[in-house]
């Protein structure tokens, strides 16, 4: 149980183009799912906290404009990178909290396989 | 503001050697501690947590580690590696304040050679 996965697993995009990634909860419901960012030999860092239903929750630094977050449903997120630069090439992941689950911790977050951007 | 600190950017063993891997936060209040581990190619899959409790607690394939809670440590430890266990592995702490806010550490990469 508790998996997430994500789409697309790698995109190429031409710079100022739009790319958009899911996020979903193939076994459980998600009130709340996270992305994060991965640079290269470093670590993961939270970009935005989504919320279903809601505006999402962007992390200092982050630009809400930049990176549009929808969370429309229990089971699904996406975030689209706008005008996207090589800048913004990165690894993104995202997790998600089984919120309702009997077996697994409130605060534990499970994470997707990531999805690496490489804009050219 | 919460912080983690992993020591060890690099760690390279020979298969059966003991492992030990750093990691210090920095928070005031009351943590859950998380290891996580990524195999490459592979996502973020937990090896452990610390909520409350016992402050040793024991994860998957052999792994374990220690809050110490003084120390505002939470080393990772596995008496005896194995080539399989060649991976990144993140420190990762969430205080309890903010519990939308899980804080990494930097990661380390072990290498294990046969």
């Known amino acids: 149980g508790a998996v997430v996965s994500q789409h697309p697993s790698w995109v190429i995009c031409k710079s100022g183009t739009s790319v958009k990634i899911e996020c979903r909860s193939l076994?459980?419901?998600?009130?709340?799912m996270f992305w994060y960012r991965q640079f290269p030999k470093q670590s993961l860092m939270l970009m935005a906290t989504?919320?279903?239903?809601?505006?999402?929750?962007?992390e200092q630094g982050v630009e809400k404009d930049k990176f549009l977050i929808n969370h429309a449903s229990l089971t699904l997120s996406t975030l689209t990178v706008t005008s996207a630069h090589p800048e913004d090439s990165s690894f993104y992941i995202c997790?998600?909290?089984?919120?309702?689950?009997?077996?697994?911790?409130?605060?534990?977050?499970?994470f997707g396989p990531g999805t690496r951007l490489t804009v050219l | 503001a919460q912080s983690v600190s992993q020591h060890n950017h690099h760690v390279i063993l020979s298969e059966a050697a003991s492992l030990e891997l750093g990691c210090n936060y920095s928070?005031?209040?009351?943590?859950?501690l998380f290891w996580y581990v990524q195999y490459p190619g592979q996502h973020l899959q937990l090896l452990l947590k610390?909520?409350?409790?016992?402050?040793l607690v024991k994860g998957i394939k052999g792994f374990e580690a220690e809050f110490i809670k003084s120390k505002f440590s939470f080393n990772l430890r596995k008496p005896s590696v194995q080539w399989s266990d060649t991976a990144e592995y993140f420190c990762?702490?969430?205080?309890?304040?903010?519990?939308?806010?899980?804080?990494f550490g930097t990661g380390t990469r072990l290498q294990v050679f046969p």
């Open positions: 997790s998600a909290r089984d919120e309702f689950s009997t077996t697994s911790a409130y605060n534990e977050q499970f």
């Open positions: 076994d459980f419901q998600a009130t709340t």
């Open positions: 989504s919320n279903e239903g809601s505006k999402a929750t962007y």
């Open positions: 928070y005031g209040g009351t943590v859950n």
């Open positions: 610390y909520f409350s409790g016992d402050p």
């Open positions: 990762a702490v969430l205080g309890l304040d903010n519990t939308d806010k899980l804080i």
